[in-house]
């Protein structure tokens, strides 16, 4: 199969996930009240989400190399963006972080680069190390293509829990597509219950998004 068919599929599928995953309503406890929540988000969805990403995907797909690679890091930034709009409580904050390139053996380290964060004014941890305990179990989550969901950071082991207490829940998923590692994308809040699991689907689904984009090849 074509590397543009492959991808075009992935695109086609994913968003139609997404589409569905949006316009459903964490909260809502009733039929009456799902349909009243989709019907005011439904445009919402499509206007903030959908439309912009499909664009700059198809953008990606159909550009140059030279071109590409821009396009790319701005698909990076929005993805990054719209996580920390759509996913949690305002104050919010999403992140992409990626593998630094050619390290020593024992020596990997994931890092934000560009300014690759959104959301509530504190920047968020910027550096993860192989040699570090929280490091090396993020490394995995990379290499698994797995992702992790943490409803409360002080029920952690120490060793795991962050430096400071500028969140106590957050979610970090892999993106990856095929054997090829490409970075985490995470989102993290300042109380427990921000975050839930119907949240976590929701970060997968802009994860996977994401690598369909970084995948792109001519």
């Known amino acids: 199969?074509?590397?543009?068919?492959?991808?075009?599929?992935?695109?086609?599928g994913t968003v139609a996930v997404l589409g569905a995953v949006l316009l459903a309503d964490r909260r809502v406890a009733t039929a009456r009240q799902a349909a009243a929540a989709a019907t005011r988000n439904q445009r919402r969805a499509f206007e903030d989400v959908l439309v912009p990403i499909?664009?700059?995907?198809?953008e990606i797909i159909s550009s140059d190399r030279m071109q590409r690679r821009a396009l790319k890091q701005q698909m990076k930034l929005s993805v990054v963006i719209l996580t920390a709009q759509m996913v949690g409580p305002p104050d919010a904050r999403a992140?992409?972080?990626e593998e630094v390139a050619n390290a020593a053996p024992g020596q990997r380290e994931v890092k934000c680069h560009n300014?690759?964060?959104s959301g509530r004014g504190e920047p968020p941890v910027t550096v993860f190390r192989e040699?570090?305990?929280r490091g090396k179990e993020l490394l995995k989550l990379l290499d698994e293509g797995a992702d992790v969901f943490v409803p409360n950071v002080d029920q952690l082991p120490q060793a795991l829990r962050p430096d400071s207490n500028t969140y106590k829940t957050y979610i970090s998923t892999a993106v990856k597509v095929g054997d090829t590692?490409?970075?985490?994308?995470?989102?993290?809040?300042?109380k427990?219950?921000?975050?839930?699991?119907?949240?976590?689907?929701?970060v997968a689904v802009f994860a996977r998004l994401l690598g369909a984009a970084l995948a792109v090849k001519r």
């Open 1 to 12: 199969m074509p590397g543009w068919l492959y991808t075009t599929i992935i695109i086609v």
């Open 54 to 58: 499909v664009n700059l995907l198809g």
């Open 95 to 97: 992140c992409f972080l």
């Open 115 to 117: 300014g690759l964060w």
């Open 131 to 133: 040699q570090e305990l």
């Open 181 to 190: 590692s490409m970075g985490v994308l995470s989102i993290d809040c300042l």
């Open 192 to 202: 427990p219950g921000d975050l839930n699991e119907d949240d976590t689907k929701l």
